[in-house]
């Protein structure tokens, strides 16, 4: 059982490019989130999809994208990347607003 | 808007006790509890919901004190295995996806 998985696990990116983040996960979850760490800042939320064909933005949702593409996974898209967008992103996944949310592992991005 | 947990950090001895408070500025429906060890993944610890009772499972467990707008993690007999950063994540309503996660506190349990 894989719980949530994500790609990639580390990105080097130039400012200006664009890159997707996946995340796919097996416990059949209605719930999906994409959450970035920054040092010292915690976990803040920047999309979450309640629910499969749902999406909506979170605390931080500048300068990002997102896809619900099915039940499984959901994506992240960063247009067009900038240094401020240097952090760690967690993409996470529950059965509903009041259960226990699942982690993936995350990746590491890092904007040049 | 985001909680404040206390304290920042906090070192202990094995057998120890500890006791980490989330506070907010608004009124709160729901607390969730994380753990989260140098680069891995949070892991979830418990929940609770507002009108719902004080959680816990072996030496760890919570208070959600809705009119203070605050819970407490407490953490009795600390094991070398406790060590890592909590995190409170806060819901203001009934229903929300929305978690608003404070900026963690960090305990370092010594043998």
């Known amino acids: 059982n894989a719980g949530v998985t994500q790609t990639p696990k580390f990105q080097v990116l130039k400012t200006g490019q664009s890159m997707t983040l996946q995340c796919a996960q097996d416990?059949?979850?209605?719930?999906m989130y994409w959450y970035r760490q920054d040092p010292g800042m915690g976990l803040r939320l920047i999309y979450y999809?309640?629910?499969?064909?749902?999406?909506d933005k979170g605390e931080v949702p500048n300068g990002y994208n997102v896809s619900r593409l099915n039940k499984r996974e959901f994506s992240l898209r960063l247009e067009s990347a900038a240094p401020s967008q240097t952090s760690v992103y967690f993409c996470?996944?529950?059965?509903?607003?009041?259960?226990?949310?699942?982690f993936g592992q995350g990746t590491r991005l890092t904007v040049v | 808007q985001q909680p404040v947990q206390s304290p920042q950090a906090v070192i202990l001895r094995e057998g120890e006790d500890a006791v980490i408070n989330c506070s907010s500025s608004?009124?709160?429906?729901?607390v969730h509890w994380y753990r989260q060890k140098h680069g891995e993944a949070p892991i979830f610890l418990m929940i609770?919901?507002?009108?719902?009772e004080q959680k816990g499972h072996d030496k760890i467990s919570a208070s959600f004190n809705e009119k203070k707008q605050q819970s407490s993690l407490y953490l009795t007999a600390s094991q070398l295995s406790y060590s890592g950063t909590y995190f409170c994540?806060?819901?203001?309503?009934?229903?929300?996806?929305?978690?608003?996660f404070g900026t963690g506190t960090r305990l370092k349990v010594l043998a």
């Open positions: 996470a996944s529950s059965p509903s607003w009041r259960s226990e949310a699942f």
């Open positions: 416990m059949n979850h209605n719930s």
């Open positions: 999809s309640a629910s499969e064909g749902t999406t």
């Open positions: 608004k009124a709160l429906y729901s």
């Open positions: 609770l919901l507002k009108g719902g």
């Open positions: 994540g806060t819901g203001t309503t009934s229903g929300t996806y929305k978690y608003i």
